[in-house]
């Protein structure tokens, strides 16, 4: 597909990094030649200096014959007039990111007059992931398919744990559980587990099971389900705004520290329900004096990685409060995900993953489209929904019958209000969501988990 993103910024830059790898062809377009140097020369894409406003600067960067436009540049106005006039001069699919609170609260009709084919909202999405979190503690990440229906839980087996020395297969013999691992992490591996896999303590793992069934799961492992009932947030950004909306809403009390007077006023006035201290997190005794060693939960969001890491390190040292990391940059990603820290959420991953799995969807608008996509373990696993809304010869076929690729697991089957756990009888069938869990990168349609496609 003919891609052309608009802002060479964090957000950008992972967008371009991202799809070029799924063999897209990439144009970028941002005012600042250094950026658009440095990106084109590091991806080998095209590059193209000017505003991608203009109507000269999009033809140059090729708009009549792109497929998509993404519009990702620091001002959601920009972003939005971006998109109206590519429309107009390419008629292409449109993308925008639109951060503003106002306006998120309008994406809906300002998707619909503006013809996009999606607004995207990173502190948005990222605050829903951390309030999910909150809500269940003791997982590492959660993510969520068949429109919530289904969630992937990630979390570390802990010491003493009656899961260690027990075989996959044995969840559901010896716990009565209908829930599937899909993935391990030990150490640097990273493995797709079969029934005879064995568990072990320190074991990273992701399972799919519906909302209820993962929380008796996780009471016969006594492993703690409720929410919390206070936090505390280091800075007050956007993100913030949003993660106390919703944590207020879910009957959380929020207390946020802030630097910037003017911005306190701003989220007094905005979060009457919510405590807004005005300070610097980087005074221990001060974080100590409001409450850290009592809270239940605390949450980095400063613009600042390095102080994000060294707050939520000091908090775990100090409490055992659930602790949440935000971080924009991915350069040192691999060291970060070293420490021990409980979640680390990226905004620019899960903004990367939304498109991502859109344009997979493009490239395959007919037979079973990709509704959501995550990665699980960086880039090296992911789990994609796929909606069947075409007959294929893979369905109505028995999975013990299918030849499927290596390292490659079908996790579940939601059809008709229900989920199913896949075994060697069940089949795929027209309606279905199915989740697919792989290391292999570029799944696009349903047929793609054949190890030697069969014939369509």
Known sequence: MDIIIVGCGKVGSALAEQLSKENNDITVIDTKYELVQDLSTELDIMGVVGSGSSHKILEEAGIEKADLMIAVTGSDELNLLCCLIAKKAGNCQTIA?????????????????????????????????MARLLRFPSAIKIETFAKGRVELLKFKIQPGSILHQMEVREIMTKLHSDVLVCAVERGEEVVIPTGTFELREKDVISIIAMPKTAAQFFKKIKVQTNQVWDTMIVGGGKLTY??????????IDVKIIEKDRKRCEELSESLPKATIICADAVEQNMLIEEGLLNTDSFVALTNMDEENVLLSL???????????????????????????????IYPKYITAEYIIGFVRAMK????????????????????????????????DTPLEKLKLKDNLLIASIYRGGKMIIPRGQDTMRVGDYVVVVTTHRGLGDIMDILDERQGR
């Not at 995207?120 to 829903?128: D, F, R, S, V």
């Not at 993660?243 to 009957?251: D, Y």
């Not at 037979?367 to 893979?394: C, M, Q, W």
Request: charged share 30%; hydrophobic share 40%; glycine share 4%.
């Open 242 to 251: 949003y993660l106390t909306e919703m944590l207020l809403h879910m009957g």
């Open 97 to 129: 990111r639109v951060r503003n609170p106002e306006y998120s609260k309008e994406s809906n009709y300002i998707k619909e007059e503006l013809g996009l084919a999606m607004v995207i909202n990173p502190e948005l999405a990222a605050a829903a992931e």
């Open 364 to 395: 395959n608008s007919i037979g079973s489209n990709v509704e959501t996509l995550y990665h699980l373990v960086g880039d090296r696993v992911e789990a994609l929904e796929f909606k069947l809304v075409k007959n294929e010869p893979i369905l």
């Open 314 to 344: 000091f908090a775990k040292k100090k409490t055992k409060a659930k602790i949440i990391t935000k971080i924009n940059g991915m350069a040192f990603d691999e060291v970060i995900e070293t420490l021990d820290l409980d979640s680390i």
